[in-house]
Nanobody, 117 residues
């Protein structure tokens, strides 16, 4: 079955960096676009970044443009989110998500990112 496992979250000071990873299994990873979402406490889940199946095209939320970079390694079945210049408002649970596979998309369990002094 499809599984997505995020890792790499943690506590970081403002201005710091983190690299999130999402390990995928159970489907042909290289056939599908992948996305990172985040959900802050009391807020709706929002799209952070998306990458096409080949990695040839990426899109970002305006709030993270120039600071976050999404990449993927199809040989390793993994997608990454490099986050630089982190701000307190980046604090959230970060999730990876597949594009629709047959009839639905899939989510990982999430990884907490906290930006605080």
């Amino acid at each position: 079955q499809v599984q997505l496992v995020e890792s790499g979250g943690g506590l970081v000071q403002p201005g710091g960096s983190l690299r999130l990873s999402c390990a995928a299994s159970g489907f042909t990873f290289s056939n599908y676009a992948m996305s990172w979402y985040r959900q802050a406490a009391g807020k709706e889940r929002e799209l952070v970044a998306r990458i096409t199946n080949t990695g040839g095209s990426t899109t970002y939320a305006d709030s993270v443009k120039g600071r976050f970079t999404i990449t993927r390694d199809n040989a390793e079945n993994a997608v990454y989110l490099q986050m630089l210049s982190l701000k307190p408002e980046d604090t959230a649970v970060y999730y990876c998500r597949t594009a629709i596979i047959l009839t639905r998309s899939y989510w990982g369990q999430g990884t907490q990112v906290t930006v605080s002094t």
